[in-house]
């Protein structure tokens, strides 16, 4: 019987990165706005609603451009294992508001988002610093329904 050839890595996460492209909801198409400081967090968000692209996520990407981001939802805890850059991090309850809070979190940690936490914002990092953003803002994603 013929073995098929072993997939490196990178490889292997690129291939389910485009299988999830797919399956990701919103294709950058929220905006997310922090209606207590009047600021913008980010542009062009993806939607990751499935188990698959929620545990894809950010893997197999170099970095977050400003103005980028990844809503994972439902997402009470995330993880950065095997990523390569450092993210921001905001859990948000059922209306936006911001529960908690991760600046700069290096690959290879796990957050846990806590009491209410229904989803979560990855960012690049420096982004909740730049904004102002801070637990109990709230933040308002134009181009979704926050209700399911």
């Given amino acids: 019987?013929?073995?098929?050839?072993?997939?490196?890595?990178?490889?292997?996460?690129?291939?389910?990165?485009?299988?999830?492209?797919?399956?990701?909801?919103?294709?950058?198409?929220?905006?997310?706005?922090?209606?207590?400081?009047?600021?913008?967090?980010a542009e062009h968000v993806r939607e990751a609603r499935t188990f698959w692209s929620?545990?894809?996520?950010?893997?197999?990407?170099?970095?977050?451009?400003?103005?980028?981001?990844?809503?994972?939802?439902?997402c009470p805890s995330v993880h950065t294992f095997f990523m390569r850059f450092p993210i921001d991090v905001a859990f948000l309850d059922q209306e936006g508001r911001v529960v908690r809070a991760f600046a700069s979190v290096p690959p290879f940690r796990v957050l846990i988002?806590?009491?209410?936490?229904?989803?979560?914002?990855?960012?690049?990092?420096?982004?909740?610093?730049?904004?102002?953003?801070?637990v109990g803002d709230r933040l308002q994603l134009q181009g979704r329904k926050l209700s399911n």
């Fill in 113 to 134: 988002g806590g009491q209410g936490a229904q989803m979560s914002l990855e960012l690049p990092a420096g982004t909740l610093a730049r904004t102002g953003t801070a």
């Fill in 54 to 74: 929620r545990l894809v996520g950010l893997l197999g990407r170099s970095r977050l451009l400003t103005g980028e981001g990844l809503l994972l939802l439902p």
């Fill in 1 to 41: 019987m013929l073995k098929p050839d072993p997939l490196d890595l990178a490889t292997t996460i690129s291939m389910a990165r485009g299988l999830c492209n797919n399956w990701l909801g919103a294709v950058a198409g929220i905006r997310v706005l922090n209606t207590s400081k009047g600021t913008m967090l």
